[in-house]
Every structure is written in C-alpha cells, then in structure tokens.
T-cell receptor, first 114, second 111 residues
Framework: SAVISQKPSRDICQRGTSLTIQCQVDSQVTMMFWYRQQPGQSLTLIATANQGSEATYESGFVIDKFPISRPNLTFSTLTVSNMSPEDSSIYLC???????????FGPGTRLTVL | AQRVTQPEKLLSVFKGAPVELKCNYSYSGSPELFWYVQYSRQRLQLLLRHISRESIKGFTADLNKGETSFHLKKPFAQEEDSAMYYCALSPSGAGSYQLTFGKGTKLSVIP
C-alpha cells in the first residue's frame, strides 16, 4: 500500500486568495488523483495528474481555477485559485494500487474560505 | 454518465443487530463496484470490491444487476463498525480509475 501525506491538513483563507495543497507519496506512481468533497456531498474527482503531461480535468473543473503541478513521480500540488466560500471543502489526493483495483487516499486538506 | 445513490445519510443499529447499507447505481455498461470506509480520524480506505467476492470484517456485498444495487451487509454489527461508508463505481475495465462515489452513509452502532 502507498503512504500519502498532504499539506496543509487544514486552512482558513480569505475570499479572493489562493491556496496550494501538496501531496507526497512514498513510492513512484504514474497517476495521481485530486478529489473535492463539499460539505454533505460525495467525493468528486477534479482531475488526474500524470507526470510529464498536463492534468486531465473532469467536467465542471478548469485549469485556471484548479491548476495542478506534477513535477515528479512522488509529488503533486493542487492550487485553489481566487477562492470563494463555495470552495470550502475537503480536498484529497489519491493514487491507484499496483493492481489498479484500489485507490489509496491521503488524509485530506480541510479548507474554509471566509 | 454514471451515478451512485446511497439513500441513507445515517443508519443507527444496536450491537449484534444485522446491518444493511444500501447502494444503487446507474450505469449503462457493466460497472466495477467498491465499498470504501472512513473510520473516525482515519483516512478513506477500501473495504471490499465486488469482483473479489470477498468478506472483509464480516461484511459482504453482492452485485445485483437486475436491481442495479450493491448493498453492504453484515449479520451482526460491532461497535468498531461505526464509520462513514461510501459506495463507489468505476466503468468496466477501468479498475479503480474514474471512481464515482455516493454521498456516504454514517453507520452508528449503539452499544
């Protein structure tokens, strides 16, 4: 199994600012996923981050709002740009297991936008 | 587009009672289905997957294509089963990629 850490674990931000969330994995992985979980809602996939190429965004999510970096096989960042209170959520990163039938999740970043 | 519905936000049962967490899905093909669990102060983790037909911690789940359901069951609930449970779907052949999650059901087992 993969061990995943995220920074920060939580933050409170002002409207209009940006926050970058880091995700570190203890092994090299090709794909990393970023999810959002709004209060009372399900986890929703934001994008898939592949090392060496641009992230693939799901419907309803755009690169200008959620730019992603993937500089190497163990690290990725997600930036939440120009934040509004609607961006208050838990943001999680995950990676697939070696058999590709399981995902391992990070502990999440709880973001509150005032 | 696929969709996963968990009709119960909260389910409370007494210790030793049977548990059934409902999950219904909408998908035009043959999906792969999973149950994920999040215990208090722990991260989300896989509980079981339908293709393995396994029993984990006494839990089982059967895929019913006719009813498009994948309910999670346990004959005798334990206090340590209290957690948030998420049903998830992946398109056939995609493995664990492109997971679509339900909103989750919070299971509370009363001592």
């Amino acid at each position: 199994s993969a061990v995943i850490s995220q920074k920060p674990s939580r933050d409170i931000c002002q409207r209009g600012t940006s926050l970058t969330i880091q995700c570190q994995v203890d092994s090299q992985v090709t794909m990393m996923f970023w999810y959002r979980q709004q209060p009372g809602q399900s986890l929703t996939l934001i994008a898939t981050a592949n090392q060496g190429s641009e992230a693939t965004y799901e419907s309803g999510f755009v690169i200008d709002k959620f730019p992603i970096s993937r500089p190497n096989l163990t690290f990725s960042t997600l930036t939440v740009s120009n934040m509004s209170p609607e961006d208050s959520s838990i943001y999680l990163c995950s990676v697939p297991g070696t058999s590709f039938d399981e995902q391992f999740f990070g502990p999440g970043t709880r973001l509150t936008v005032l | 587009a696929q969709r996963v519905t968990q009709p119960e936000k909260l389910l409370s049962v007494f210790k030793g009672a049977p548990v059934e967490l409902k999950c219904n899905y909408s998908y035009s093909g043959s999906p792969e289905l999973f149950w994920y669990v999040q215990y208090s102060r722990q991260r989300l983790q896989l509980l079981l997957r339908h293709i393995s037909r396994e029993s984990i911690k006494g839990f089982t789940a059967d895929l019913n294509k006719g009813e498009t359901s994948f309910h999670l069951k346990k004959p005798f609930a334990q206090e340590e089963d209290s957690a948030m449970y998420y049903c998830a779907l992946s398109p056939s052949g995609a493995g664990s990629y492109q997971l679509t999650f339900g909103k989750g059901t919070k299971l509370s087992v009363i001592p």
